[in-house]
């Protein structure tokens, strides 16, 4: 069974910084694509960054230049380094991964940590 579990969230003041974690089970990271994505209450779930088995990243304009997703080999977990936090990054994040099966995408969620950013 796949599982994924979040941790790092809290609450920190404007320009201040967090990282979160993903570990997984069940799945070798490096050869997947993994996000992070974010859900601010009464707003649709938005796609923060991805790192594909590549290496390859990718990062929602809000977050360039102040977010770093990263992959640990080693303990099969990706990071997400949150920098110069805003107060709307505040949001619950979520790390997801997928897998091609007989009956097509099936996508896996931890259970989401919440990041609080005061002004």
């Known amino acids: 069974q796949v599982q994924l579990v979040e941790s790092g969230g809290g609450l920190v003041q404007s320009g201040g910084s967090l990282r979160l974690s993903c570990a997984a089970s069940g799945l070798t990271f490096n050869t997947h694509t993994v996000g992070w994505y974010r859900q601010a209450p009464g707003k649709q779930r938005e796609l923060v960054a991805d790192?594909?088995?590549?290496?390859?990243?990718n990062y929602a304009d809000s977050v360039k230049g102040r977010f770093t997703i990263s992959r640990d080999d080693a303990n099969n977990m990706v990071h997400l380094q949150l920098s110069s936090l805003k107060p709307e990054d505040t949001a619950v994040y979520y790390c997801?991964?997928?897998?091609?099966?007989?009956?097509?995408?099936?996508?896996?969620w931890g259970q989401g940590t919440q990041v609080t950013v005061s002004s």
């Open positions: 997801n991964t997928y897998q091609i099966s007989w009956s097509g995408r099936i996508d896996y």
């Open positions: 790192i594909r088995g590549s290496g390859t990243t």
